[in-house]
């Protein structure tokens, strides 16, 4: 019995070599270690043995058992491997490993904001013109308009450089010399966006970093119609077609006469709410004529040209339109909040 135990053992291990698929390694269990199988079959004839043979015949024919049930998981594991290995050569792609996900990137919502302020802009016939961040006193103050001493200089609290005279704009007015002492006699059409910079303390309305887009028009005949109808224009093209406006006198320096555009607020539609401190309106930008100093200081002669210009804020537009009630989320560089738009 014991012999034909061993006999059993090797011819098994055997044909389990030459298995060669998992089906005909199933097989290959059931048979030898299944219910019916012929280590069980073995098992049953204990009964014949002495009593004084059957210890160590079970010992036996446990530990052949065992052995084969070991040497089946390792058999079975190599084929599966090989399978798998044989699957993947046949077939390019192995799709059932999980996808990489693409990170997407997005643009920040003030560049956001930017591009459909130009994209408007270029409708109506403007031109971006690009001008310095670092300027001289001399562009952003005195050619607008604003002497040295002047108490109007206390509307821009400005940085200074190290090298006297030399500043951070305080807003992109200062580009309207540049591009009128480049067009000049040409007539002007061009909206100049940047970034302005103010020594302002940092509160949820005030940043000393934040952008501007300028608005110039220069030629003959311009009147302060173009410059409302204009201005008029681009507030429905970008709050919708129904919005109001007014303008409301005001002083700047550089404009004669000056004013301030107001559009009925977007959150309320009028009826007041705390956005517009319940007057149903909220400020835009800044505009008006170009002084026939500024004018003169471009090139261009005030009694042959006119012309008109506007500053608006593009964060301040975001903030109103998407109700951002801080405007310190802009440069904060936090994830939860870029990510909403
Ligand atoms: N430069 C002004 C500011 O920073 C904004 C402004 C007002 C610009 C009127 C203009 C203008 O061109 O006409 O407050």
């Not at 000056?258 to 800044?286: F, R």
Request: glycine share 8%; with cysteine.
């Amino acid at each position: 019995m014991l012999t034909q135990l061993d006999e059993l053992h090797t011819q098994s291990l055997a044909q389990l070599k030459q298995a060669e698929t998992t089906a005909v390694l199933e097989t290959w269990y059931k048979e030898t270690l299944g219910r019916k199988g012929s280590i069980y079959l073995m098992t049953r004839q204990i009964g014949s043995l002495s009593a004084a043979e059957r210890p160590l015949f079970g010992q036996r024919i446990n530990k052949v058992k065992k052995e084969l049930e070991a040497a089946y998981e390792n058999r079975l594991a190599e084929l599966k491997a090989s399978e798998l290995q044989a699957k993947m050569e046949a077939s390019a792609i192995d799709v059932t490993l999980p996808g990489r996900k693409q990170r997407q990137g997005r643009l920040h919502i003030a560049t956001q904001t930017l591009r459909q302020i130009y994209a408007i802009w270029a409708d109506m016939g403007f031109q971006v013109y690009r001008s310095r961040d670092v300027e001289t006193d001399e562009y952003n103050f005195e050619l607008l308009n604003i002497p040295q001493h002047h108490p109007a200089r206390d509307m821009w609290d400005t940085f200074h450089t190290t090298t006297p005279g030399v500043i951070l704009r305080t807003h992109t007015s200062p580009g309207q010399i540049h591009a009128m002492r480049e067009y000049y006699p040409e007539p002007i059409r061009v909206i100049l966006p940047g970034m302005c910079y103010r020594y302002e303390q940092v509160t949820a309305r005030s940043e000393l970093q934040f952008h501007q887009v300028e608005g110039l028009a220069v030629g003959k005949n311009i009147t302060m119609t173009d410059l409302k109808g204009t201005l008029t224009d681009f507030a429905r093209r970008m709050f919708g077609a129904q919005r109001q406006v007014r303008f409301r006198a005001n002083y700047f320096p550089f404009t004669e006469p000056s004013a301030e555009m107001d559009v009925e607020c977007i959150i309320c539609d009028g009826d007041g709410c705390n956005v517009c401190k319940y007057t149903g309106w909220v400020e835009i930008l800044g505009c008006g004529m170009v002084h026939p100093n500024v004018l003169r200081n471009g090139g261009y002669d005030p009694a042959i040209y006119s012309g008109f210009a506007f500053g608006m804020g593009p964060e301040r537009i975001a903030m109103l339109k998407y109700r951002i009630d801080d405007i310190r989320y802009f440069w904060g560089n936090d994830l939860r909040f870029l990510e909403q738009f």
